[in-house]
């Protein structure tokens, strides 16, 4: 209609106009009492259903998970005595997963049972430990160089309570000039009882780790029985928790550093294993299992 308006007569177009107006007015105003009656119709029904008597519904609130809060707490503790954090590929070249760290090509760690394999010739694998993390950074950086390597790791592995294809480590290694084991020991002290405890004793026992020279396995005392010993610790007292020992002068010499100038060690920790320790777990299969009842016990843990 009021399109139309063009083609009215020039003396008919006052009156027209106003009607025009007119009609215009009343119908927004009748949409206007439609819309409000539609609305308070639609907010009675809404409600109509609804017992207000009822209790509220609970929500149930996502927690963190174990490895997750276990290693931002060794990050934590790490970085307050100068480790910063490094990352890499998890898919890793033969070089940087083997070579580089000393594994010489006879080594059993290099055959399918333990490894995954993404391709061969050139061999690319998941890597089995973050230890090539650090190789990238001593490949890239110069000494001083004080980090933590975080991430995860692959074995072709038996599942099971106590082993698990897919795991977390957490791998520091500390280069300078006259490092010595004293300072790797130390240093392992620190972090255990920042851990466990200021009562925790530690206990250095000799091994063999292609990269390092000499080479150790690192105990803590059971924090279940104090030292005691139970059923978990198998009565000695004391709970494997690390491999360490003074970086392989090869090592570095592979990764462009100086021998003679420089020293270092490195240590690698599993985060389950830690987090086992920590909060009594049995079973290394409920981490991958998103079980809520088990995960909702971290809540206080946070």
Not at 34 to 59: C, G, N, T, V
Not at 245 to 254: F, K, R
Not at 262 to 269: Q, V
């Amino acid at each position: 209609m009021f399109a139309e308006f063009k083609n009215v007569a020039a003396e008919d177009k006052k009156e027209y106009g106003a009607l025009l107006n007119q009609l215009k007015n009343e119908a927004q105003a009748k949409v206007d009492e439609l819309k409000k009656s539609l609305q308070s119709k639609e907010k009675a029904a809404k409600f109509e259903d609804i017992d207000l008597s009822r209790p509220a519904s609970y929500r149930s609130i996502g927690t963190r998970h174990p490895i997750s809060i276990t290693k931002s707490q060794i990050i934590e503790i790490f970085s307050r005595i100068g480790f910063d954090v490094s990352e890499g590929p998890e898919i890793e070249d033969d070089w940087h997963n083997f070579t580089a760290l000393n594994f010489p090509p006879e080594h059993p760690a290099r055959d399918m049972q333990d490894t995954f394999f993404v391709e061969k010739d050139p061999d690319l694998a998941l890597r089995t430990h973050t230890s090539s993390v650090q190789v990238r950074v001593m490949e890239n950086n110069k000494p001083p160089i004080r980090t933590i390597s975080p991430g995860r790791v692959y074995r072709n592995e038996a599942i099971s309570a106590r082993a698990h294809c897919f795991f977390h480590q957490v791998e520091g290694l500390y280069i300078d000039k006259n490092v010595s084991f004293a300072d790797l020991k130390q240093t392992l002290l620190y972090f255990a009882r920042e851990v466990f405890g200021e009562e925790t004793k530690i206990r250095l026992r000799p091994s063999y780790f292609p990269f390092t020279e000499p080479s150790a396995e690192m105990d803590v005392s059971c924090s279940i029985c104090s030292g005691k010993g139970c059923n978990v610790c198998k009565y000695t007292g004391y709970l494997e928790i690390l491999g360490c020992g003074m970086v392989d002068p090869n090592v570095l010499e592979n990764c462009g550093i100086d021998s003679e100038e420089y020293t270092g060690f490195a240590f690698g920790m599993g985060v389950e294993r830690i987090a086992q320790l920590k909060y009594n777990i049995n079973d290394l299969r409920l981490y991958s299992e998103n079980d809520k009842a088990f995960l909702d016990q971290f809540k206080s843990a946070l």
